[in-house]
């Protein structure tokens, strides 16, 4: 469906994105998550015809975006961080004039406009201004001109920004119901905006990819043996320093009857050979659990340390990222 190999932007000296390879199924809701100014919107301009790249291929339904630009555009609806909607129209009229850039024949333009206001929505407002909408209808315009062409692929970069909490609900549960008939490319920098709405996530960071994988995928791959927690009978001396003994412990601590272990990044499972120490030292284990690792945690470690998930590494710091409730 969307295959992107090797992909760079450079201005100038500088690389926006680079060497960005990753690939996209046929109904899949892909999160394209970083901090602003990652390389998120470089790589939505590419995708959908608005820019070159420097060097790479992307290749959308078995059309390149270099060479076959207007096959690509006619795959894809795209919905830019401001939505490119104008404030004079009439809503119905703007999204029968979409249509009709999309090229959709005139023998089937009423049912198209009609199910695209559907769709998201808009109906009780499909007559008035979009200059007199709120900023969440004018979203939703937007959305309506994405979709008007029934297209393949949607392309939504930061689909909620700027939106109240009960806009941003409603849009997260209508991109939702479009994954499966649409694939769906959702940029953002907002972490529950992803965890709300994505299947897959992929995570870029100063123009690289740093991270792929679903988050269960990227939480289980971050956190290997990364923490778990303990509680136990008998918590004593003797046995806290045999668990420190073991191979790939960073600490262990422990408050009452609760003992916490953090092992080394990368360390193999070591679940049995914790609790068999215990047991040998007579704690007696009452329960053993892996700790959850939030999306945030995740974030930190793929951004802040050396790794190999994805096609990318990186060793950097991860700022502005907007790791707020953002509901």
Do not use: W
């Amino acid at each position: 469906m969307i295959q992107v190999s090797h992909l760079t932007k450079m201005y100038g000296s500088r690389p926006a994105i680079d060497d960005l390879s990753f690939e996209i199924q046929k109904g899949e809701i892909v999160g394209f998550l970083g901090p602003n100014g990652a390389g998120k919107t470089t790589t939505m301009k590419i995708l959908t015809c608005f820019m070159p790249a420097t060097s790479g291929t992307a290749v959308l339904e078995g059309f390149d975006v270099f060479e076959n630009p207007i096959e690509v555009k006619r795959k894809i609806g795209y919905l830019p961080e401001i939505p490119p909607v104008y404030s004079e129209m009439r809503v119905k009229d703007y999204i029968e004039y979409a249509a009709l850039l999309h090229e959709v024949p005139k023998s089937k333009l009423k049912q198209a406009v009609n199910s695209a206001i559907e769709k998201v929505s808009i109906g009780d407002v499909q007559n008035r201004l979009i200059g007199n909408l709120s900023k969440g209808y004018r979203q939703r315009v937007g959305l309506a001109q994405a979709l008007v062409h029934n297209p393949e692929i949607l392309i939504l970069d930061e689909p909620t920004i700027g939106l109240d909490p009960k806009q941003i609900i409603e849009i997260r549960e209508l991109i939702k119901t479009l994954g499966g008939t649409h694939t769906i490319i959702l940029s953002s920098h907002i972490l529950p905006e992803v965890t709300a709405t994505c299947q897959r996530i992929i995570v870029i960071n100063k123009g690289r990819i740093v991270g792929e994988d679903t988050l269960e995928g990227l939480s289980a791959r971050m956190k290997k043996g990364l923490l778990y927690s303990m509680i136990v009978k008998n918590p004593s001396q003797d046995g806290l320093a045999a668990l420190k003994q073991l191979p790939g412990i960073k600490t262990v601590s422990h408050t009452g009857s609760k003992i916490v272990i953090e092992l080394q990044h990368g360390t193999q499972d070591m679940r049995d050979k914790i609790v068999e120490t215990a047991v040998k030292k007579g704690m007696g284990v009452l329960e053993f659990s892996s700790e959850k690792i939030s999306l945030e945690e995740v974030f930190l470690q793929l951004t802040t340390e050396e790794s190999t998930i994805g096609n990318g590494s990186a060793k950097t710091s991860i700022p502005n990222l907007d790791v707020a409730a953002h509901l």
